[in-house]
Antibody
Framework: QVQLVQSGAEVKKPGASVKVSCKAS????????INWVRQAPGQGLEWMGW????????NYAQKLQGRVTVTTDTSTTTAYMELRSLRSDDTAVYYC??????????????WGQGTLVTVSS | SSELTQDPAVSVALGQTVRITCQGD??????ASWYQQKPGQAPLLVIY???NRPSGIPDRFSGSSSGNTASLTITGAQAEDEADYYC???????????FGGGTKLTVL
């Protein structure tokens, strides 16, 4: 069965960086994109970006351009999301999700369990 | 701010029908998908490609679309349907992905 298993919770100081991993299993890793979505406490979902696991192409939300990098290691079927220059408003649960794309749609059919990143001095 | 707009909260009596809406210009060109999220859990896809249900999602969930508005309808709402519901689609440029702000559904 398809599974996305994320790394554990992190506590970081403002200005630091965090790198969250997402280990995929149960499907052909390079056949689907991996997306990152975050959710601040009590808030809604925010799409951060995606990576095409076949070719490594990336696409990021304009708001996070320059601070976020998504990479993959196809040998271990693992995706990574690094966020730099952390601020308190980056405190959130970060999810990876498998993306399904088409000419008229984009959706997420499987999600990781989420990783809480807390930014605090 | 989100390019997709949802009502913050909706309530429904047990066993009745409720419609949750999602508005945005991008919905004139792209299909919406819908997710259910319960406290402390990851989102769960309930409707995709406008009106398809993943395996295991009850058939009381359905989707529709007209103009710039997509709708998620729950016919015969159950207590376990109480959750936050989010729509998503591509944005107006087609290059990025957006979510609606979410609707908190209360089943009375």
């Amino acid at each position: 069965q398809v599974q996305l298993v994320q790394s554990g919770a992190e506590v970081k100081k403002p200005g630091a960086s965090v790198k969250v991993s997402c280990k995929a299993s149960g499907y052909t890793f390079t056949s689907y994109s991996i997306n990152w979505v975050r959710q601040a406490p009590g808030q809604g979902l925010e799409w951060m970006g995606w990576i095409g696991t076949y070719n490594g192409n990336t696409n990021y939300a304009q708001k996070l351009q320059g601070r976020v990098t998504v990479t993959t290691d196809t040998s271990t079927t693992t995706a990574y999301m690094e966020l730099r220059s952390l601020r308190s408003d980056d405190t959130a649960v970060y999810y990876c999700a498998r993306g399904i794309s088409g000419s008229y749609l984009y959706y997420f059919d499987y999600w990781g369990q989420g990783t809480l990143v807390t930014v605090s001095s | 701010s989100s390019e997709l707009t949802q009502d913050p909260a909706v309530s429904v009596a047990l066993g009745q029908t409720v419609r949750i809406t999602c508005q945005g210009d991008s919905l004139r060109s792209y299909y919406a998908s819908w997710y259910q999220q319960k406290p402390g859990q990851a989102p769960l896809l309930v409707i995709y490609d406008k009106n398809n249900r993943p395996s295991g999602i009850p058939d009381r969930f359905s989707g529709s679309s007209s103009g710039n508005t997509a709708s998620l309808t729950i016919t015969g709402a159950q207590a376990e349907d109480e959750a936050d519901y989010y729509c998503n689609s591509r944005d107006s440029s087609g290059n990025h992905v957006v979510f609606g702000g979410g609707t908190k559904l209360t089943v009375l």
